[in-house]
């Protein structure tokens, strides 16, 4: 089979595709044949040996897919060849064969398709756990959306809809802001422009948003903490920017605000009960088509490095999705 190999930490430019052994399926595993697979800023991260723990070399990248499972280990129940799935896994999602334990995925409804099952659970479930489980949001809430049409952001502003609140996304580019209206947002902000926080709270009517998710750090998170309402809660979701800011300790008290964390790596070891409840939400709002996965830009599995430069460069509109012939 074919996979994205990297055999050392390197720009995206440095990784190539090679040929490597059709994975074994051991017990409990399930062999999966990748349809499409999402590419993200954690990916970016990985391949350059920048993310906080490293992957043993050579590694392929990838961490979420969807496909058909090709076999099963005699041990596994309710998995057969053929059926549409989507899963999660530590690395491995770039290659044209997966092998993992049964409890990494998920049946793929029927209607919906690989890319955007591909761009489904990581984003997806963080939005949720961060605006229900952590937030707390409740309906009629204003929530502030930083980087709203990216794929992280984009699951914020169709969860948050969902959920009753009433959206604002923040993006640097009108593309990025009619984007994110087209699905749902209620009002946009440009947080590029020097006044970018009168505009605020002009939309706000002077009390400012009740929920910031923010996986952009930076500057721009430390001026949208300063407009935050009273017993406003900010959510610490990453640093898409590249910096971590530095937030000083009067503000939460003059604001009564909270920052709240959020690490989606954490969340089923740490809160499996409540991991359990947020993956049945989702997968019963994907059945329904409540939710519909928002699939960025599609390139084929040949031009992965297209996809990573995309993402990397703060351009992408949604996920990046990588399609297998």
Do not use: C
């Amino acid at each position: 089979m074919r996979a994205v190999v990297v055999e050392h930490y390197d720009s995206i430019d440095g990784i190539s595709i090679r040929e490597k052994d059709l994975p074994e399926v051991a017990a409990g595993e399930v062999r999966v044949r990748i349809g499409a697979a999402a590419v993200g800023f954690v990916d970016g991260l990985k391949v350059q040996g920048l993310y906080q723990t490293k992957d043993p070399l050579p590694f392929v990248p990838g961490t979420e897919f969807a496909g058909t499972v090709d076999s099963v280990a005699d041990d596994v129940a309710g998995f057969k060849p053929g059926m549409p799935v989507l899963g999660m896994t530590r690395s491995g999602a770039l290659a044209e064969y997966i092998s993992v334990p049964s409890a990494a995925l998920k049946h793929l409804p029927a209607q919906v398709p690989f890319e955007a099952g591909a761009s489904f659970q990581a984003n997806y479930l963080t939005g949720l756990y961060a605006l229900e489980a952590r937030a707390l949001l409740r309906a009629g809430e204003t929530l502030l959306v930083l980087g709203a049409a990216g794929g992280v952001g984009i699951a914020a502003v169709q969860i948050g809809k969902l959920m009753g609140a009433r959206v604002i996304a923040a993006a640097s580019t009108p593309e990025k802001r009619a984007f994110a209206v087209r699905h749902g947002a209620d009002e946009t902000v440009d947080y590029t422009e020097a006044n970018w926080r009168d505009t605020l709270k002009t939309l706000t009517g002077g009390h400012g948003p009740d929920v910031i998710y923010d996986p952009v750090g930076g500057e721009v998170s430390l001026q949208a903490f300063r407009s935050i309402a009273w017993l406003g809660r900010h959510l610490v979701v990453g640093f898409a920017s590249g910096t971590i800011p530095a937030l000083a300790f009067n503000l939460p008290l003059l604001k009564g605000g909270a920052l709240l964390g959020v690490d989606l790596a954490q969340i089923q070891k740490r809160e499996p009960e409540t991991h359990a409840r947020l993956i049945a939400q989702l997968f019963d709002w994907l059945a329904s088509g409540k939710l519909q996965p928002v699939v960025g830009k599609v390139v084929p599995f040949e031009n992965f490095r297209e996809a990573f430069k995309t993402m990397q460069s703060r351009s992408a509109l949604g996920k990046m999705i990588i399609k297998f012939p």
